[in-house]
């Protein structure tokens, strides 16, 4: 049993990382979302910004280095590429909060969870486009 749980981690190694990487970084994401918009009380859009911003730095060092394994040199081509990845999901993260909480009245946070879901999908999409054409593995 051992043995087959140890192959499935090193046939899906890079899936996981980005699972736990992904998983982290939605946690940085939701809680900065949520202590800037219930404790400093920011509009939803403003504290989805600037969570994104925290989390996007976050992601951009964990996905290169333990997700993707790149081996350019973290320059800021890459850096640029990986933010404009990233400004895609920004988007579809903040029309969704707008359908979710605006017209359907969803409460706040729970959409945010929501919407964390899908972009941890997209991001992990737009990631390998970013670190699989810089020279990984």
Do not use: D
């Not at 749980?5 to 992904?22: C, K, N, P, S, W």
């Not at 918009?37 to 504290?47: I, N, Q, R, S, V």
């Not at 933010?83 to 999901?89: A, D, E, G, H, I």
């Not at 993260?93 to 359908?99: D, F, S």
């Amino acid at each position: 049993m051992t043995g087959k749980i140890r192959a499935f981690m090193v046939t899906h190694r890079e899936q996981l990382a980005y699972l736990a990487v992904g998983c982290m970084t939605m946690l940085i994401n939701y809680i900065l979302y949520a202590l800037l918009t219930e404790l400093l009380t920011l509009h939803y859009t403003a504290g989805n910004v600037i969570a994104w911003a925290a989390a996007v730095a976050f992601s951009y060092l964990a996905n290169g280095a333990w997700v993707y394994r790149s081996t350019a040199s973290r320059g800021w081509k890459e850096a640029g590429r990986f933010v404009l990845s990233r400004l895609f999901s920004l988007g579809l993260e903040t029309v969704l909060l707008l359908l979710l909480i605006t017209a359907l009245r969803v409460n706040s946070l729970f959409a945010k969870l929501l919407v964390s879901i899908v972009v941890v999908v997209v991001n992990y999409l737009t990631g390998l486009l970013v670190f699989k054409g810089t020279g990984t593995r």
